[in-house]
């Protein structure tokens, strides 16, 4: 199988029943599948979607994550709130209404020098999490940094509309934003606008460490780490690959064996997803879950993840060495 022939839907053999076993109560979240201290949200669990882009600052890649938000809006409805207003040093104001919401209003009068961070959520406040945000970084400085795009959707959206509606809003991202390599499951959201607090570290960290399938996110860290190091920064539920990234692990027909049919590959557009298995999982270190179809994708794919990043949270149990332990968490 060379990588350009077309595979089988991505969206075929879903489990839209996944959610009934997926029995959140686990990671101790409330009932809106969050968790509040102080009256305020720190962290949220929702299904999230994330990007990487080569050539990350040119106007073409712009325009792409224009495109994108305009996917997201569309398939979302009006639920974002809160957003950081370019013209004034980022701060958070509300933006539902505004055109502030209309990227291609206010992108194209950034200098080349300029950084890019669109960045808007939903919530109660605007120092809360949100189930619903939808974020880029693209930095003025060096045309050769990656770009970055990450959104999400509540769990409950997918109760209303069905897995495979998900799983086509990553299909067309996919299509907007033409990436090099991304990732989509299950995440942890926190406040954008308000920063990454100790506050948050401490709620988020230990859901990390258990839950092996939950995403965290340290998005602006991250693409600067993906820059750095020229891997991809690891796999999900879903993982997509441009074609090259394929190759470089001997083509389509040895990934294919070496996903040993735990995991399954499909084309998307301008993209490769590997998808495993039929649904997302937490992947409960305390109840050892089966992973072993993220732990197939993560072994094919060792060669071009990333092994290692600067410590990503030293005070709240993310050292050096238990950060290269989570990058790893899928390795058996």
């Keep these: 199988m060379s990588v350009s022939t077309a595979r089988s839907p991505v969206t075929d053999g879903l489990d839209e029943r996944w959610s009934d076993a ?7 979240l409330s009932s809106q599948n969050d968790i509040v201290v102080n009256g305020r949200v720190k962290v949220c669990l929702a299904l999230i979607a994330t990007f990487y882009l080569k ?6 890649t712009l ?17 974002l709130v809160w957003g950081g207003d370019p013209k004034a040093g980022g701060r958070a104001r509300k933006v539902r209404g505004t055109e502030l919401l209309n990227i291609r209003s206010w992108s194209g009068r950034l200098r080349a020098t300029d950084d890019f961070q669109p960045c808007f959520l939903g919530g109660v406040d605007k120092a809360d999490a949100s189930h619903y945000q ?9 045309p050769s940094e990656y770009a970055g795009v990450t959104c999400s959707v509540p769990l409950s959206w997918i109760d209303t509309y069905g897995l495979r509606r998900y799983v086509q809003l990553v299909m067309d991202l996919c299509h907007a934003l033409q990436p090099d390599h991304g990732y989509a499951g299950l995440g942890l959201t926190t406040s954008a606008l308000e920063g990454t607090s100790d506050g948050v570290m401490q709620v988020a960290v230990p859901i990390a460490k258990r839950f ?22 690891g796999i ?21 064996v070496a996903l040993q049919g735990k ?17 997302p999982r937490l992947g409960d270190a305390n109840t050892n879950e089966d992973m072993s179809a993220y732990e197939a994708v993560s072994r094919a794919l060792r060669p071009i993840r990333l092994k290692e990043m600067d410590c990503l949270a030293p005070y709240h149990g993310l050292d050096d060495d238990e950060t290269a332990a989570w990058l790893a968490r899928f390795d058996k």
């Design 22 to 28: 997926l029995n959140v109560s686990r990671v101790g």
């Design 55 to 60: 050539e990350g600052r040119t106007f073409e």
């Design 63 to 79: 325009e792409r994550i224009a495109s994108a938000m305009d996917v997201y809006t569309r398939a979302v409805g009006d639920v």
């Design 134 to 142: 939808f974020r880029a970084l693209s930095i003025g400085y060096d």
């Design 212 to 233: 092996r399938g939950v995403e965290f996110e340290y998005f602006y860290y991250h693409v600067s780490e993906v820059t750095k190091y020229q891997k991809i920064k």
């Design 236 to 256: 999900n539920w879903l993982t997509i690959l441009a074609p090259r990234w394929v190759e470089s692990v001997g083509g389509g027909e040895k990934l294919e």
């Design 263 to 279: 995991a399954t590959i499909h084309a998307a557009g301008p993209c490769f997803i590997l998808r495993a298995g039929p649904g």
